[in-house]
């Protein structure tokens, strides 16, 4: 799937992000990181909405991405292939039901980097993965 996403609110507490993934409009909001969870509230809009809140009031660049999920022992792995100006940053992640559980790693997950901010997607925006001088 390709998703175009870009943030009307993108700090340290609080992120507020408009999606695109096919034909279905999303608003999220996410909490600040409290170790590597957060609270997180999904919300559907419709799709001309979102193409409008994208183009007019969201921060620029957009971040788009292919995704694809990966069932793995019991739990999907979404693997995101970025595009534009983070082409070549790929990234796994796995939604768990409580920080402490035990879940195995496919063979293809490289370097762990939760919680390291300049991976967020909010982060990518200002400092895009083509500009990092030590990826």
């Known amino acids: ?22 034909e279905r409009g999303v608003l999220t909001i996410k909490s600040k990181n409290e170790g590597a969870s957060r609270g997180e509230w999904e919300y559907p809009i419709p799709l001309q909405d979102a193409e409008e809140l994208l183009d007019r009031l ?39 039901p409580a920080e402490d559980t035990v879940f195995g790693l496919p063979d293809w997950i490289g370097e762990e980097v939760t ?14 993965y083509s500009k990092w001088t030590t990826p």
């Not at 175009?4 to 993108?10: E, G, I």
């Not at 660049?61 to 693997?79: A, C, H, M, N, S």
């Not at 970025?82 to 796994?92: H, K, Q, R, S, T």
């Open 115 to 128: 919680g390291e901010r300049r991976y967020y997607n909010s982060s990518l925006i200002r400092l895009p």
């Open 1 to 22: 799937d390709l998703l175009r996403q870009a943030y009307l609110r993108a700090d340290p507490w609080r992120t507020v992000r408009v999606r695109i993934e096919g």
């Open 58 to 96: 969201c921060e620029r660049p957009l971040v788009e991405k292919y995704r694809r999920r990966i069932d793995f022992q019991g739990f999907t792995w979404e693997v995101d292939e970025f595009l534009g100006e983070n082409a070549g940053l790929v990234m796994a992640e796995i939604e768990l």
